[in-house]
């Protein structure tokens, strides 16, 4: 086997710093072992990113014999390892991990007391998959490290109880609002503001409740604290949704990503954030943590001495990538002529409707024999869906944050003839699906679980 033609241009264009916007299916991960392997032999090792540890774990092994063949030697830097094994990963001269793992180690890096307890080595190489969605669409997300703080977890119940009695000001105009709002919400920045009338009924109830003195403002420095806990108690309750920018489970909070829809197990919201939507579920509030460490996707990357990215979709952010990064955005021919057909969007008036011509749609396409995905964009739009599915008698498998523990499974069979699969976009990235399914994922099956059960 060796590399298409347009393989070996996207190598190149790789090489030389380069956004590489190559179409699905064309083979971006065995492109990228050129670039990998020629930046290796500089000794100073390669990082090559992936959004998450299944991606990053499948193409090490899949690429491993090729490298292995050259004398190089590959690394996998998975989420969980104690930092001898990290550090065997980063010493390796091509090392596969996710961004999130890259930015963490480097943060606990720096947090070290020594130089050896530090894993990674100078930043040298770093090739990004699915660039876009790494280097713009959570370029401003903060990786954070933190540690506990004192107990307040008592404060943050008493806070949750007052909320539901403010009422939520629709329209931004406190000079002239004269309805019965008390706070104001600004979806873009994620923030919450008490109006003038809000701030007098809180301050009410917060001395009904005993928390406050009569007489007390809730702006004095000495009340600081205390309007901490008002404002993530608001913003629990106004901005963020269950099963949409979390779910509950096992008595847990767990943050579900909203750019990949995968749960976040082990992070937690900064100032006090995670501790107010955990009061407002009623479940166990864990102590507040107090940031040590952090620092952006974009200001991580960016220290690498050499970057280069690809993705099938870059064409579209190449103004952002050479502006915030100083890369060029190249695009790379098919190696085929493109013959599949991209349909006009279909609007319709209310949510019923659309969802009755998804179910329309499907029942035409399976009883034809095709295989059927429907992306959603959220864990609660996937259960809709699904609920339609299941009163029309259409089996199907359910993709999202609350079942990712099937997702190779579910992936595997999602080419079956007459197969429905319903996914959040935890699905939409470096996932290949077979047509007719997968045969080794058929032969899995039917493994029986131990020696005895013959």
């Not at 930092?83 to 001269?93: C, G, N, T, V, W």
């Not at 923030?191 to 409740?209: A, D, F, M, S, Y």
Request: proline share 3%; hydrophobic share 40%.
């Amino acid at each position: 086997m060796r590399h298409f033609d347009v393989q070996l241009l996207g190598g190149m264009v790789l090489n030389d710093r380069c956004i590489a916007e190559m179409r699905t299916g064309e083979g971006k991960t065995l492109t990228a072992t050129l670039p990998a392997y020629l930046n290796a032999l500089t000794g100073k090792g390669v990082h090559v990113v992936t959004v998450n540890d299944y991606l990053a774990q499948r193409d090490a092994e899949n690429n491993r014999p090729l490298f292995e063949f050259l004398g190089m030697t590959v690394g996998i830097n998975m989420s969980g390892l104690p930092a001898p094994a990290k550090r065997e990963a980063y010493a390796a001269d091509i090392t596969y991990g996710t961004n999130n793992e890259y930015g963490f180690d480097y943060l606990r890096d720096n947090m070290a007391f020594s130089p050896e307890e530090r894993v990674q080595r100078k930043l040298h190489y770093a090739l990004v998959d699915e660039v876009d969605s790494i280097l713009i669409d959570e370029a401003r997300t903060p990786l954070i490290i933190s540690g506990p703080a004192e107990d307040s977890s008592e404060m943050y119940r008493k806070v949750n109880k007052i909320i539901p009695h403010l009422i939520r000001q629709e329209k931004e105009d406190s000079d002239t609002f004269t309805g019965e709002g008390h706070f104001s919400v600004d979806e873009k920045a994620r923030q919450v503001n008490l109006t003038e009338r809000g701030l007098v009924l809180i301050e009410e109830l917060l001395v009904q409740e005993g928390i406050m003195d009569e007489g007390e403002s809730l702006y004095s420095p000495t009340n600081i604290m205390l309007m901490h806990h008002v404002t993530a108690a608001l913003r629990a309750h106004a901005l963020f949704t269950r099963d949409v920018d979390y779910i509950v489970k096992d008595g847990e909070v767990i943050i579900v990503d909203e750019h990949t829809g995968r749960t976040m197990q082990g992070r937690r919201w900064s100032d006090g954030l995670h501790q107010a939507v955990e009061a407002k579920e009623g479940v166990e509030i864990q102590n507040e943590n107090q940031t040590l460490a952090s620092i952006t996707f974009q200001n991580y990357f960016r220290l690498y001495e050499k970057l280069a990215g690809m993705t099938g979709t870059a064409d579209t952010e190449a103004f952002e990538f050479s502006s915030i990064y100083k890369l060029d955005t190249v695009v790379v021919p098919t190696n085929r002529p493109m013959i599949r057909k991209d349909m006009a969007d279909l609007v319709y008036m209310t949510e019923a409707e659309k969802i009755q011509a998804i179910i329309e749609d499907i029942k035409t396409r399976t009883a034809a024999g095709q295989p059927v995905l429907v992306g959603t964009i959220s864990i609660e739009k996937s259960e809709v869906v699904s609920r339609e599915l299941t009163k029309a008698g259409i089996k199907h498998n359910v993709l999202n944050a609350k079942f990712h523990a099937s997702e190779a499974d579910i992936v595997a069979q999602a080419g079956y003839p007459s197969a429905v699969t319903i996914a959040t976009n935890m699905a939409g990235r470096g996932t290949d699906i077979m047509l007719g399914g997968s045969w080794q994922a058929e032969v899995a099956a039917l493994e029986k679980p131990n020696a005895r059960a013959d």
